[in-house]
């Protein structure tokens, strides 16, 4: 129950692509769905967060799209670069305010 | 900027020694947490303070233990590092507000530390 599922564990894409992310979770005490992005060497940054009664929130090219009923949230990268290749983490938020990591999907974005 | 430092970046000890790795954080924010993440994994929550409040992990062994002296210092301490140990060491912090509850977490850089 306390698991975030994440997929796929790589991915690549072409420059200009939109790689999407996935994330599946049980807990409904979840209340909290940030993404980190982690570069090599580097500690997570976190990229962007969304609360349940939301079902879509974008900022700049990064999107997340959240299905509260069936328990998913996903991220989407629009116009992908080569700078955003990197390992991309989500997470949640349970009732004890800890996060709950996903496995972690590394993407790579070719020129 | 306020942000969350952490030194060494890099931290090489030997099988046995004691090694302590220290964390900052210019964001005065009242929850500080300790994870470990090894290759092509995702962080491993070792322990975290809530203000002077210690509350250790269930799985995390005795060999780690960890100081916070006032709100803007954490230190994690190795007691006797072993080759497991070898993996990169994150901090991160957060602010717990009452009624609200505790918002994102911001990592530091991380330290990777070596065990020979």
């Known amino acids: 129950q306390q698991q975030v599922k994440q997929s796929p564990q790589s991915l690549i894409v072409q420059k200009g692509g939109i790689p999407i992310i996935n994330c599946a979770y049980e807990?409904?005490?979840?209340?909290?769905f940030p993404w980190y992005q982690q570069f090599p060497g580097k500690g997570p940054a976190l990229l962007i967060a969304i609360r349940p009664d939301v079902s879509e929130k974008k900022e700049g090219r990064f999107t997340i799209s959240f299905n509260k009923s069936a328990k998913q949230f996903s991220l989407h990268i629009m116009d992908s670069q080569p700078g955003d290749s990197a390992t991309y983490f989500c997470?949640?938020?349970?009732?004890?305010?800890?996060?709950?990591f996903g496995t972690g999907t590394l993407l790579a974005v070719q020129p | 900027d306020a942000m969350v430092i952490q030194n060494p970046r890099y931290q090489v000890t030997q099988f046995g020694k004691p090694v302590t790795l220290s964390c900052s954080q210019t964001l005065n924010h009242n929850v500080m947490y300790w994870y470990q993440q090894k290759s092509s994994q995702a962080p491993k929550l070792l322990f975290h303070y809530y203000d002077k409040d210690f509350n250790n992990e269930a799985d995390t062994p005795d060999n780690f233990q960890s100081r916070r002296p006032n709100t803007s210092f954490c230190f994690l301490d190795i007691r006797s590092p072993g080759l497991g140990d070898a993996a990169m060491y994150l901090c991160?912090?957060?602010?717990?507000?009452?009624?609200?509850?505790?918002?994102?977490?911001?990592f530091g850089p991380g330290t990777r530390l070596l065990v020979l």
């Open positions: 991160a912090t957060s602010r717990d507000l009452v009624g609200t509850g505790r918002e994102t977490q911001y």
């Open positions: 807990n409904t005490a979840f209340d909290y």
């Open positions: 997470a949640a938020r349970g009732a004890t305010n800890k996060l709950i």
